[in-house]
């Protein structure tokens, strides 16, 4: 079994740009251009003036880079 069927996941924690940033080792404006050109997830909208991201689309992100490969956005 891969280390991703080991770790659990909680689907619907969501995390701000600073956590992202510290997960993911990117400066903000290297993390928005991923964003941008589809190598990152889209945030979601979660107040008037805050977005957030899903932490396990981050912890793919993480596990795509550490695999050699780009991520790419999971199909339902």
Request: cysteine-free.
């Amino acid at each position: 079994m891969s280390s991703e069927s080991h770790r659990r996941r909680e689907p619907h924690r969501l995390i701000r740009i600073g956590e992202v940033l510290r997960k993911v080792g990117d400066s903000q404006s290297s993390w928005y251009a991923a964003v941008k050109a589809g190598r990152a997830p889209r945030p979601v909208n979660i107040g008037p003036r805050a977005v957030g991201w899903y932490e396990p689309d981050i912890d793919d992100v993480i596990d795509a880079r550490l695999n050699g490969r780009e991520w790419s956005p999971r199909m339902p």
